[in-house]
């Protein structure tokens, strides 16, 4: 590898972490005796079929860590948001999920040691998935082809983004695509499951009954503290990533995405928080779907201060669909000095799509296929995609 060092804008903080990962992936790499100097051995996967890729195997890095050496968990834990407020700042982010009406909170402060949580919401088992390296957080279906899989760490990336594998079969998976690269499952997708990035505040204040993922997680980890500290400043360049960097954005600004459609016929667009921050509410339209996005909140980064609640804010960003049963048109929301509007019925609505006030009180928005992730990787993924502009509407 070849740096020229007038382009470098790491930290020194940055550099310091680099360093430490690359050792570790040299000695990974030195004590395996990798017979492709791609940082892991096939001798390490005997149970993986890796006569059926979809992808270069060279591609696939290792990042360090071994295979579950960052440690799933398997057996969570829940309690009740007025515990989880006794260790958890207002602003902390936290992966929202609701299924049915039931709703959990996946605090990052404790995926970013794990990356993976498997388990059951009402019934329906998912695995809740965050690759720090691309602020990637996506929620699966754990349910394939009549069986319920279980996902570890591989401890390999694949265009920086964390690679899991199935335990049933050792199959490995890109956790950003939710697809499988390598092995038995070859070419097969697992469903997304709709869900949100925000405060646990927001979390808190939507509704009685909510859960969240307790500390109690059968480690012992530093919960609260960022081993990847300055890593997403927004000029910086990602680890281990060897595809091309788009040049429309940033690669570490973060962006809210959305897909519409299915299969071959999906459509792609994605909103930079530094344009949300501007615009703070965006009634859209997108491949003829009508989209409300929500962006007057804040959350906190998990990438930047060495202590999570001491880092800086950023927008807290979700988007919904704006079409809901009563009305023959969608709905058009606005902004008056209790929040978010629409203009309708004059229903208030809160950050995760619910109205809490007013005729509509109760109603739920529907949720878009959407995510927070880092420009750089959801453009390598979706090259496709189309960039919004606060001075477009």
């Not at 020194?12 to 992936?25: E, M, N, T």
């Not at 390296?133 to 983004?161: E, H, K, P, W, Y």
């Not at 909140?297 to 990438?303: A, H, M, N, P």
């Not at 959407?370 to 993924?381: D, I, K, P």
């Amino acid at each position: 590898m070849h740096f020229k060092a007038e382009k470098l804008k790491y930290t020194p903080r940055v550099v310091i972490w680099i360093l430490i990962r690359l050792l570790a992936a040299i000695s990974a790499v030195q004590t395996a005796s990798a017979q492709h100097g791609w940082g892991w051995h096939q001798d390490d996967w005997p149970n993986t079929a890796f006569d059926m890729t979809s992808v270069k195997l060279e591609e696939i890095r290792g990042g360090g860590p071994p295979k579950d050496g960052i440690p799933s968990i398997d057996a969570p834990q829940f309690e009740d948001v007025a515990t989880a407020a006794g260790w958890m700042e207002p602003l902390e982010p936290v992966i929202a999920v609701n299924i049915n009406g039931a709703a959990r909170a996946y605090p990052l402060k404790i995926l970013i040691f794990h990356e993976i949580v498997n388990d059951r919401l009402k019934g329906v088992p998912i695995s809740v998935t965050f690759c720090p390296l691309c602020n990637a957080a996506i929620v699966f279906d754990r349910r394939f082809q009549g069986a319920v899989l279980d996902f570890g760490t591989t401890g390999l990336l694949r265009m920086s983004d964390l690679v899991m594998y199935d335990r049933q079969t050792e199959s490995w998976w890109q956790q950003f695509s939710g697809k499988s690269i390598v092995g038995w499952y070859l070419g097969s997708e697992l469903t997304r499951i709709p869900s949100s990035i925000v405060s646990f505040k927001s979390f808190r204040d939507s509704g009685p009954g909510g859960l969240v993922l307790s500390r109690e997680t059968g480690f012992q980890r530093p919960y609260g503290r960022n081993p990847y500290v300055g890593y997403d400043q927004i000029d910086q360049s990602p680890f281990l990533f060897d595809g091309k960097i788009d040049q429309r954005l940033p690669p570490m600004e973060r962006v809210l995405t959305i897909t519409v459609g299915a299969g071959n016929s999906k459509s792609n667009k994605l909103y930079p928080l530094t344009e949300l921050k501007k615009a703070k509410l965006v009634n859209d339209e997108f491949a003829s779907v009508a989209l409300v996005v929500f962006a007057m909140g804040e959350t906190l980064s998990v990438l930047d201060s060495p202590r999570i609640a001491g880092s800086k804010k950023l927008v807290e960003a979700t988007v919904f669909r704006r079409r809901i049963s009563k009305y023959d048109v969608p709905l058009r929301f606005g902004i008056d000095s209790q929040g978010i509007v629409d203009e309708q019925t004059g229903s208030h609505w809160n950050v995760l799509g619910k109205a809490i006030d007013g005729p509509l009180v109760n109603t739920q928005l529907l949720p878009v296929d959407s995510g927070v992730h880092f420009a750089f990787a959801w453009l390598a993924f979706n090259p496709d995609s189309e960039i919004y502009r606060a001075n477009q509407n």
